[in-house]
């Protein structure tokens, strides 16, 4: 089943083209790295992929139901308020700096959406809150604050908030990159976890190893285009596209 579809996807901010008529499908139990250099549009794409952005083109689907509807001028419009509420429910969202509630503990981090948002039962979301905070390696933690929680155990704390809402897949914006080398290793291997339960992820990442290892297929991009597509050995290990070469030997 197809949980992402965008299509002929083009962001402009200003003068500055950003996003230059991108097309993305994402599978049911799929992993996506998406490699790229500085600028080259990724964190875009993630942001209009997620809603955080809207597409000045292009259409947009989650998991078969549109989000956008199609105008005779060309420029997207969007459905109405309610039905993207809904839609929001199949997916989850985690930053590179964690935007976590300062004032709420992680237990609350974690509980307050799908008390709040969803209407969910509070001691069932409570139950199943703890047992996201082990999976992540926190269930000590449930009563203390962000500001006394490590960078990486706060991104811990934003994985298993996500997991929380009970998403079909999640989005990931360099999820490792505030965090030092020995911590990055306790995030990729939480996200490898999930990988093997066939979690849903589409991830923006300079991790290349990780890419390798963990994704099923690797987008390259650059200058608001997809450059090259396919698994991680044809993409990572042979590129055939130039800008892919380069990139890859200047990370190397």
Do not use: W
């Amino acid at each position: 089943m197809k949980l992402l579809e965008m299509n002929h996807v083009k962001k402009d901010f200003k003068d500055l083209s950003v996003l230059k008529d991108i097309s993305l499908e994402v599978n049911e139990g799929e992993v996506v790295a998406i490699l790229g250099p500085s600028g080259s549009g990724k964190s875009t794409l993630l942001r209009c992929a997620t809603l955080l952005e809207t597409m000045d083109e292009g259409s947009l689907a989650y998991c078969g139901t549109p989000a956008t509807v199609n105008t005779d001028g060309g420029k997207t419009e969007y459905v109405g308020k309610n039905e993207l509420k809904e839609l929001k429910n199949n997916f989850g969202l985690v930053f590179q700096n964690f935007n976590l509630f300062p004032h709420y503990s992680v237990l609350k981090n974690v509980t307050d959406a799908p008390i709040h948002v969803q209407k969910r039962d509070k001691d069932e979301v409570i139950a199943e809150a703890r047992e996201l905070l082990k999976k992540v390696g926190l269930e000590e933690k449930e009563d203390s604050y962000p500001c006394q929680l490590s960078g990486g155990q706060q991104q811990r704390v934003a994985i298993a908030r996500a997991l929380a809402m009970n998403p079909k897949m999640l989005f990931f914006d360099e999820p490792t990159s505030a965090l030092d080398p020995e911590i990055t290793a306790g995030i990729l291997k939480v996200l490898r976890d999930l990988a093997d339960e066939k979690m849903t992820m589409i991830i923006v990442t300079h991790e290349i190893a990780f890419a390798r290892k963990v994704a099923d297929r690797v987008i390259f991009m650059d200058g608001g285009v997809i450059v090259e597509e396919g698994k991680p050995e044809d993409v990572i290990d042979n590129p055939s596209n130039e800008r892919t070469k380069a990139f890859l030997q200047k990370l190397s």
